[in-house]
């Protein structure tokens, strides 16, 4: 593919070349910003302030020993009538301690149940198998996920409830990493930056997805798709559920950037793992609504033109290009940021540029070419 973009290059006038390689940078310096307005928008919506729907809680555990006790201690202690709130843990194959460590919390908290998964079939596979064998157990009218390596605050149930109208059948909140290290901190930063996306498209009203750690969804819109049984498998289930609503249903996506509603979670500690998961996050991608890959064209296109102004001597352009960027996704990050209480992270944010141009130019290359995706020691 460079050969191609470098061979259409050379038969092109300089002047041109570097009229297209400005306009593709400033075009994404524009869309930040529309996209920052979007965020704002996603947050002022209308909410059902004294709403308590009957809530089930679904996490899927696979081989989380280290980090599931806190996942669950988080849990029993969220403030929500005991009446209308059910726990539901799945042990989803687990070879470590993780069946042990969930039996350990039984009798703490009158709704906890665990459930051991079975093998599925189908499109019923990897964490998608796990997540429907919970919700098929459970009673609640509104499904709320994470993941068993996170935890959440004593609100969460109670702050995210309250934007279910009755036209919104999926509810997106942010995940905040935990960042002690450079390493973390610039995950931390990008996933802000792409959790602001998908808040932003929503409040825009162009719908792109939310994350399976901090995702609530109605049940009879869950329903009205048929359950995973039905949905096409996706090693992004949390995608896959989330558009397969917006197509069946009339229900519609609210993403807002609440501080009550944070789920905490952990980075990846090594560059395999961080790897293996940007690999998921990609391929899943390929299955993106044409919107969302308009989205991520414009920001591919704008550090493929910061480096071809580089590569080939457009010193003064690229360096004004590159500061009205990195202060575009500077402003974007911000605002979430300060509404989280969390702008002492934006110390990482040397080292969150360079590693955002890399990931970025390169995901589409990691994505297409995957042979196969691994999630918890188990290929999909």
Same mark, same amino acid.
């Given at each position: 593919m460079f050969f191609y973009i470098g061979a259409r290059y050379n038969t092109l006038p300089n002047e041109m070349i570097t009229v297209i390689l400005v306009l593709a940078t400033i075009?994404?310096?524009?869309? /930040?910003?529309?996209?920052r307005a979007g965020i704002e928008k996603a947050t002022r919506i209308s909410t059902v302030m004294d709403a308590q729907p009957s809530v089930s809680i679904v996490v899927a555990a696979r081989n989380e020993e280290h980090r599931i006790a806190e996942c669950l201690r988080s849990l029993i202690r969220i403030d929500y009538p005991p009446e209308k709130i059910e726990i539901i843990v799945v042990n989803d194959?687990?070879?470590? !301690?993780?069946?042990?460590?969930?039996?350990?919390?039984? +009798?703490?908290? =009158?709704?906890?149940?665990?459930?051991?998964?079975?093998?599925?079939?189908?499109?019923? !596979?990897?964490?998608?198998?796990?997540?429907? %064998?919970?919700?098929?157990?459970?009673?609640?009218? /509104?499904?709320?996920?994470?993941?068993?390596?996170?935890?959440? =605050? =004593? +609100?969460w149930v109670s702050a995210t409830v309250k934007y279910f109208t009755d036209e919104t059948g999926v509810v997106g909140g942010f995940t905040l990493l935990d960042a002690?290290?450079?390493?973390? +901190?610039? %995950?931390?930063?990008?996933? /802000?930056?792409?959790?602001?996306l998908s808040s932003a498209a929503a409040g825009w009203n162009v719908p792109l997805t939310a994350i399976g750690n901090n995702l609530s969804v109605r049940r009879s819109a869950y329903n009205a798709t048929g359950g995973y049984q039905k949905i096409p498998f996706s090693v992004t289930e949390d995608y896959a559920l989330v558009q397969s609503i917006l197509r069946n249903t009339k229900y519609r996506l609210r993403f807002p950037a609440d501080s009550m509603t944070i789920? !905490?979670?952990?980075a990846c500690q090594t560059w395999s793992q961080l790897y293996h998961q940007k690999q998921r996050w990609g391929v899943g991608g390929l299955d993106m609504i044409i919107s969302g890959m308009l989205i991520m064209t414009v920001g591919w296109s704008a550090k493929l033109s910061l480096l071809l102004m580089l590569v080939t001597g457009h010193f003064i352009p690229f360096i004004v290009l590159s500061l009205g960027t990195i202060s575009a996704e500077l402003c974007f990050l911000w605002r979430p940021l300060k509404r989280f209480h969390a702008l002492e992270i934006l110390k990482h944010f040397p080292a969150f540029t360079g590693y955002f141009f890399v990931y970025v130019l390169l995901m589409p290359f990691i994505a297409y070419f995957s042979k196969k995706v691994v999630w918890k020691e188990r290929n999909l």
């Open positions: 075009g994404y310096i524009a869309q /930040i910003f529309f996209l194959g687990s070879t470590d !301690r993780t069946a042990e460590i969930i039996g350990s919390f039984m +009798g703490q908290h =009158p709704s906890l149940r665990i459930v051991t998964s079975k093998a599925g079939s189908g499109n019923l !596979r990897g964490k998608a198998n796990a997540v429907a %064998q919970g919700i098929d157990v459970s009673t609640g009218e /509104i499904l709320m996920f994470t993941d068993a390596d996170c935890y959440v =605050p =004593p +609100g002690d290290r450079t390493f973390e +901190g610039m %995950q931390a930063l990008d996933w /802000i930056f792409l959790f602001g789920v !905490r979670s952990k």
